[in-house]
Every structure is written in C-alpha cells, then in structure tokens.
C-alpha cells in the first residue's frame, strides 16, 4: 500500500453497488490508512485509556483504535462514513471477542453526537482537523483527551507529543469553558 502522505489532498470517491443504482456516491475526503498496531497502542498510552473511558474513534476504519480499547475494557465507538469500512469494523469486534463494549456507526462525523466521549481518536487530513475542532470544543466536556495520528490542530498547541515508527502521536486535553 502507498504512504498516507503521497494521498494528501486526493479526493477518493466510494461508490457501492446500491449507490450506483441509487442517490449520487458518497464523497470522502481522506483516503483509508490504517494505523500501524504500535501507533495505536501508543494513542491509547499517551491518552491513558482505562476501563472507564468512552473513545470515539472519528473515521474508525476497520475499527482497531476501538477494538484496542475494548481489550483494555474501556468502551468504544467507532465512526465512518464509508458503510464496507463499518461492515469490517464490526466483523473484527466480533473477531476479537469485544462486542459487549464496542459498537460502529456509519455516518458523517461532523454530525455525530460525540458528547459521551471522556477520548477522541482521529487520523484525518490537516483540514479535516483544523474543521473538526470547534466541535470538539463545543461537545466535549472539560477533561476529554483528544489523540490524533500524524497531524496537529493549526495553532491548539498539543499538551504531549511522541514520535512512534516515524509518525507524531499529539494529545490535546478540552480545557473548561
């Protein structure tokens, strides 16, 4: 598979059978890399994800990010507006035995109610970052670690950040009101 970075500014379009016999295909814009399992347990590590915590993983993929999580007990949702990455998602819960503390929702992420969230997970493309990020300043309550894969938030300093396989890990943390 080609590296994330030589996708940056492609604009992939998902068109599934049903799409093509039905409303116009979905947009996506970010291509899908999965992240490398030491990445993820890294994002898990630097946002001290326990069994307590909520993470919501926004553009989940096949959902690792989710299913690591659950390992570690905590609960999880995953969300991606692509239905085949959702499908797969759900098979690798099952997979790994977590159902009980993971579900998936196919579904725009900047309509998503995220407010349940204590950690937020994302690799998404700078823009989609920097678009994302006053929602969640809005829904999130004081204290929710936000963990992003290879990009920052523009000008949100991040409060922690690690290098892990050549990629930077950032952490940020919602701050009152």
Sequence with gaps: MMGFHRFLGVLSVLV??????????????APYVTSPDRVVSAMLQLAGVTKSDTLYDLGCGDGRIVVAAAKLGAHGVGIDINPERIREARANVRKAGVEALARFE??????????????????????????????????????????????????????KKRI???????LWTISPK
Excluded: C
């Excluded at 049903?18 to 947009?27: C, E, R, S």
């Design 16 to 29: 599934s059978p049903a799409a093509a016999q039905g409303p116009a295909p979905v947009l996506i814009n």
């Design 106 to 159: 196919a579904g725009d992420l900047f309509d998503a109610n995220i407010s349940a969230a204590t950690v937020i997970t994302l690799y998404l493309l700078p823009d989609l970052n920097l678009r994302l990020r006053p929602k969640l300043m809005k829904e999130l309550k004081p204290g929710t670690r936000v963990v992003s894969h290879a990009f920052d938030m523009g000008d949100w300093i991040a409060e």
């Design 164 to 170: 892990v396989q050549g990629s930077p890990i950032y």
